[in-house]
């Protein structure tokens, strides 16, 4: 059983920044795909950041340029830097692995974290 156990998550003014961790339960030569998500009160998840076939980052258009995406693979720990945080940013955020397809920012995602909070006061 794969387990992914997101933290970092808090309450911050706009413009602050969160780093957010998701730790992984898989051995360090195991190939898998990871993306952050996130889903606010009465709408859909959506991809906030995932890596490409090729390793390259990938950001849907809202968080261009404020987040980044990045990965220890010998902590098996993905992380997501968040800056200059907008109100809009508020919701759960959730990690996500497969081991089979890398899904980039679409939710079909095999494995899934609880999630974390974030939320931005304006």
């Known amino acids: 059983q794969v387990q992914l156990v997101e933290s970092g998550g808090g309450s911050v003014q706009a413009g602050g920044s969160l780093v957010l961790s998701c730790a992984v339960s898989?051995?360090?030569?195991?190939?898998?795909?990871m993306g952050w998500f996130r889903q606010a009160p009465g709408k859909e998840r959506e991809g906030v950041a995932a890596f490409g076939s090729a390793g390259n980052p990938r950001y849907v258009d809202s968080v261009k340029g404020r987040f980044t995406i990045s990965k220890d693979n010998a902590k098996n720990t993905l992380y997501l830097q968040m800056n200059s945080l907008k109100p809009e940013d508020t919701a759960m955020y959730y990690c996500?692995?497969?081991?089979?397809?890398?899904?980039?920012?679409?939710?079909?995602?095999?494995?899934w974290g609880q999630g974390t909070q974030v939320t931005v006061s304006s």
């Open positions: 996500a692995a497969d081991l089979w397809v890398n899904y980039e920012l679409g939710v079909g995602y095999t494995y």
């Open positions: 898989l051995s360090t030569n195991t190939h898998y795909w």
